[in-house]
């Protein structure tokens, strides 16, 4: 049991680097796109892997919390909170992008602006709570 509590830790941590790498993918893209058209479909690709790899580190937390039978420390419950904040963050920017046209270059400025300004947050938090879990 405990070599499973183990592995679920390393893997944890592993997921939440990948998230990490995830949201520096994606500030590289929305920095670099000057065509709606391309990054539409680079979002279409990219987004369900980032979601993915969000809920793997959803599902590790709990089946970690769950084989432990850990309470609901203060820890935790940031954690919690943590990955709310991240699902709404998320469907924020995949919304906004869904509202614009392929050749509505001026709107889609406006959303790279409003992408950067979330992907930051999202990595900001992301590097505060993965330190906060390693201490």
């Known amino acids: 049991m ?20 995830i949201i520096m993918i994606n ?14 479909k680079f979002n279409t690709l990219f987004n369900p892997i980032g979601s993915t790899l969000i809920g793997f580190v959803i599902f590790t937390g709990v089946i970690m919390m769950a084989a432990k039978h850990l309470d609901f420390t203060i820890a935790n419950n940031i954690m919690i909170v943590f990955s709310v904040v991240i699902i709404v963050l998320e469907f924020k920017r995949s919304r906004g992008m869904k509202y614009i046209k392929n050749d509505n270059l001026p709107a889609f400025l406006i959303y790279k602006k409003f992408s950067q300004k979330i992907l930051i947050t999202e990595f900001l938090i992301t590097v505060f709570v993965y330190i906060g879990m390693l201490l």
Do not use: G, Q
């Open 2 to 21: 405990n070599e499973m509590y183990e592995m679920s830790i390393v893997t944890h941590n592993f997921s939440v680097l990948a998230v990490l790498l």
């Open 27 to 40: 500030f590289y893209k929305i920095t670099r796109a000057d065509n709606v058209f391309k990054y539409r």
